[in-house]
């Protein structure tokens, strides 16, 4: 009875993971050592043959790949002088190794119950971005005066890491309402997710988090470009061209969250070209970050400085160069990031560990799991996505748990 009611012990506290995500990361972390409980319960007693079962997994690369992402730090270790800072930067990224192995273990849930799990995500996700809105209006002028001052709207997770979840939950709505035909007897359902799919598209742009709309828009473009000009529907991708343009011109007019932070990026960035950038700038403190950041790359190319040396090798530079600066930020790019703190070496076992899992077996066919791909390339370009716990739980928990149920689903 116990092995049988799994799969749903399974998704309950998946669905709770996701709760976590969005208002406490104890119930997050709590929820993931249930998960790797249950993954060693079928291990150990449940894996008669562990010798079969380790060569299964030794083939499965698109799980245990993403280790290499855990190497990249790890190199760090044997020049580390910052060990509190090392021993975070391990914390953050031993979830590389101990997630795809929990995953792999954990029973798949039906097509149905894969579904109506999604169902449940994406309606919590809907209730609670309908409350930030209701916030919103409920304070607009205090808001709007934060926006000015390049702040967010407040959202109940880190306003980054929150407008990354909505865009996974963009992607789900898509994938379960206008691609998937999985329940095309069922209208309600379908339409739910249409409806979500739409609504959050809207509220991602209400939200005006940047990373969040470039990836939404990466996404958007990469995936319909290319499905249009393989379908030769060259009238429709020229519509589709022209709305992927308009609708942000559009957003900016409609929309007065995303008018004021348009207008932020422009006076930080004219700030920053001046030369009278300050740490309480933003964009001009993002742009800061990669220039020292490559700084440290270019001294040391082949391995950098170490992924534990990274925050007091980048402190020097501010002191140096910014010395009023009283926010001294490591890069918030991933890649630069990566390459200042482990260099040529890190960026390829980072890149390795990353992109693998998206194209063995032709998982990049499956347009959720290349959706989930594309969302974070994208934030890697304006955030150091997995220096942060939700960021990688994010990455991880749905890339995984969709791999598990590709061939279900």
Known sequence: MILKNTPFAVGFIAF???????????????????LGGIALFYFFVETKDKKVFWNTYQRTLDYWVFGFIFLEVALGIF????????LERIRLRVPFIGLPFAFFLLPSLSLIWYRNWWLAVILVIDIVAVG???????????????????KAIPTPANHIR????????????????????????????????KVSSIFLFVFIHFLAVRSGLFSLYLIIVSMGVPYLFKKRAYATLMLFLAGVIILPFM??????????????????????????????LSDASR?????????????????????????IKMNELYKRDYPAFEKKLTPHNQFIMVLASSGVVGLILFCVGFFIPLFYGKNYQDPFILALYLSFFASFWVEATFENAMGVAIFLFFTLFHLKHKKVS
């Open 132 to 150: 930030v809105i209701v916030y919103y209006f409920n304070h607009q002028q205090d808001i709007q005066l934060l926006l000015e001052q390049g």
């Open 162 to 193: 929150y407008a990354l979840l909505q865009v996974v939950a963009f992607c789900a709505s898509v994938y379960w309402g206008w691609l998937h035909r999985g329940h095309s007897n069922l209208p309600r359902i379908s339409g739910f997710f």
């Open 16 to 34: 709770f993971h996701v709760i976590g995500m969005i208002f406490s990361p104890f119930l997050q972390s709590f929820t993931l050592l249930l």
């Open 79 to 86: 020049v580390a002088l910052d060990w509190d800072y090392m």
């Open 287 to 311: 742009l800061i970050s990669w220039k020292l950041g490559m700084e440290l790359f270019a001294d040391n190319p082949m391995y950098g400085v170490g992924a534990g040396n990274i925050r």
């Open 251 to 280: 957003g900016m007019k409609l929309i007065p969250s995303l008018k004021k932070k348009i207008e932020y990026v422009y006076y930080d960035v004219d700030m920053f070209l001046k030369g009278e950038a300050t740490d309480q």
